[in-house]
């Protein structure tokens, strides 16, 4: 399992995202273990955070936390530090990626990776196939 967080323009960005991961999920291009969702909203005062997005109810949610995996807290907290007002990230823990149909699913979708548990090459060959800038972990966001 990996986790990879991924910024978007815009605070409906990472919702869009969910709703392509939860379809390519059905589909068994991808295993989701869990997301959350981060948004900083233009005039808020910080980013807020909605972590097992993919849960369904609580029950359902917590069943699943059971047998799968979660993102771990601090990965969230670190990623709000990585907004600026008016974007948005998603986190995301998952394995069994079919990488070049997820990445044909997002393309041209104005999205950064930018922070992982991944290696640098694994990190660096996703920024290849999504078309992200290299390098780039804990990279200042964009100013607004």
Same mark, same amino acid.
């Given at each position: 399992m990996s986790?990879t967080?991924?910024?978007?323009?815009?605070?409906e960005g990472?919702?869009?995202?969910?709703?392509r991961?939860?379809?390519?999920?059905?589909?068994d291009l991808i295993d989701?273990?869990?997301?959350?969702? &981060?948004?900083?909203?233009?005039y808020a005062?910080a980013?807020?955070?909605?972590?097992h997005?993919t849960g369904g109810?609580k029950v359902s949610?917590?069943?699943?936390?059971l047998?799968k995996?979660?993102i771990?807290?601090?990965?969230?907290?670190s990623v709000?530090?990585? =907004?600026?007002p008016?974007n948005?990230?998603l986190?995301l =823990?998952s394995?069994?990626?079919?990488?070049?149909?997820?990445?044909?699913?997002?393309?041209?979708e104005?999205?950064?990776l &930018?922070?992982?548990? =991944?290696?640098?090459?694994?990190?660096?060959?996703l920024?290849?196939?999504?078309g992200?800038?290299?390098?780039?972990?804990?990279?200042?966001?964009?100013?607004?």
């Amino acid at each position: 399992m990996s986790t990879t967080a991924w910024r978007f323009t815009g605070t409906e960005g990472a919702d869009q995202a969910v709703l392509r991961l939860k379809q390519l999920n059905s589909q068994d291009l991808i295993d989701v273990q869990d997301v959350a969702v &981060i948004r900083w909203p233009q005039y808020a005062d910080a980013p807020t955070a909605q972590e097992h997005v993919t849960g369904g109810g609580k029950v359902s949610s917590l069943v699943s936390k059971l047998k799968k995996g979660t993102i771990d807290s601090s990965m969230i907290e670190s990623v709000k530090t990585d =907004l600026a007002p008016g974007n948005s990230a998603l986190v995301l =823990l998952s394995s069994d990626a079919v990488i070049d149909t997820v990445a044909r699913t997002f393309e041209g979708e104005p999205m950064e990776l &930018i922070r992982s548990d =991944l290696s640098v090459q694994q990190q660096d060959r996703l920024r290849a196939v999504f078309g992200g800038p290299a390098g780039g972990q804990g990279q200042p966001p964009p100013s607004p």
